[in-house]
């Protein structure tokens, strides 16, 4: 299986990206997927999941901003991002679980995309 993150760029704050995941070799339909960001000299932190029931989870300073949603049919995860900061500003990485949780715990997934860039100017 390989995942696929893209959709990042260059915004100016308060804009909005949508983020795409997509899976090759078999659907995710009953993974959970999260997305992580990782910006330079920080640690990889949480930003939002989906279970494979489609529960959603968000990190704080995700919720009110952030919204998560599938397309089985395309087998792919979507990360819509509204009223983009500057701290905003990370590469952002999708990554499965088989577990079909939605886990904000990146041990507990199995496959990771190679990431996007996202950039909010200020």
């Known amino acids: 299986v390989q995942l696929q993150a893209f959709g990042g760029g260059l915004v100016q704050a308060g804009g909005f990206l949508r983020l795409s995941c997509t899976a090759s070799?078999?659907?995710?339909?009953?993974?959970?997927i999260g997305w992580f960001r990782q910006a330079p000299g920080k640690e990889r932190e949480f930003v939002a999941a989906?279970?494979?029931?489609?529960?959603?989870r968000f990190a704080d300073f995700a919720k009110g901003r952030f919204t998560i949603s599938r397309d089985n049919a395309k087998n792919t995860e979507y990360l819509q991002m509204n009223n983009l900061k500057p701290e905003d500003t990370a590469t952002y990485y999708c990554?499965?679980?088989?577990?079909?949780?939605?886990?904000?715990?990146?041990?507990?997934?199995?496959?990771w995309g190679q990431g996007t860039q996202v950039t909010v100017s200020s």
């Open positions: 989906d279970s494979w029931m489609h529960e959603a």
């Open positions: 990554a499965e679980t088989r577990r079909g949780t939605g886990s904000e715990n990146a041990g507990e997934y199995d496959d």
């Open positions: 070799g078999r659907p995710f339909t009953n993974y959970g």
